[in-house]
């Protein structure tokens, strides 16, 4: 079947500190892989996103590499800031836009 | 441009009561869904729909109705509220699959607490 596993949270980290958010995934075939964010209070919002393997997404300084080797597609980002305190979730999408999601990591990023 | 919009934002029921979450969407996607968040869970997909008149069966079903009369809205029902459907309710809406990677809009939640 299709799943995805992300590192349990919460995470804590001091400002300006190296962020990784681990992500795996089971599926057939070749599934397009996404992070989304959500900040307190807001739905869901595309952080950024990898069609294909070796892809690698990027956007507001975070960064994600699709991995089919590993099966992996991890979230970075060199250094972090206040605002970017918020819950952190992994995605694939399969065809027949079937969205599979991971459970969630919660950052809290402070001064 | 809205995007997604749903109501109420937020409700509280008694066990047994009916309601209707409302989603509407202005991009003219053909898919639209309904979540379920709870705490440490993640999202769990309840109904999703392919286009007006044709909807289908998410992972979490159970207690709930959907319909699909025009491509804008998406209501999702609940017959005889229950504790257990105590969440937070997403919609969200994406485009016709094809080529690349479609993307999911998501509405700002509807807080729901059955009591």
């Known amino acids: ?111 | 441009n809205a995007g997604v919009t749903q109501t109420p934002k937020f409700r509280i029921l008694k066990i047994g009561q009916s309601m209707t979450l409302q989603c509407t969407q202005d991009m003219n996607h053909n898919y639209m869904y309904w979540y379920r968040q709870d705490p440490g869970m993640g999202l769990k997909l309840i109904y999703y729909s392919v286009g007006a008149g044709i909807t289908d069966k998410g992972e979490v079903p159970n207690g709930y109705n959907v319909s699909r009369s025009t491509t804008e809205d998406f209501p999702l029902r609940l017959e005889l509220a229950a504790p257990s459907q105590t969440s937070v309710y997403f919609c969200a809406s994406s485009p016709l699959d094809g080529l690349g990677a479609n993307v999911l809009t998501f509405g700002a939640g509807s807080r729901l607490t059955v009591l």
């Not at chain 1, 307190?40 to 294909?52: I, N, V």
């Not at chain 1, 694939?92 to 402070?110: D, K």
């Open chain 1, 1 to 111: 079947g299709n799943s995805v596993t992300q590192m349990e949270g919460p995470v804590t980290l001091s400002e300006e500190a190296f962020l990784t958010i681990n992500c795996t995934y089971t599926a057939t075939g070749y599934p397009s892989l996404f992070w989304y964010v959500q900040y307190p209070g807001e739905g869901l919002q595309l952080l950024l996103k990898a069609t294909k393997a070796d892809d690698k997404g990027s956007n507001k300084g975070f960064e994600a590499t699709y991995r089919k080797e590993t099966t992996s597609f991890h979230l970075e980002k060199g250094s972090v800031q206040v605002s970017d305190s918020a819950v952190y979730f992994c995605a694939l999408r399969r065809t027949g836009n079937q969205f599979y999601f991971g459970t969630g990591t919660s950052l809290t990023v402070i001064p």
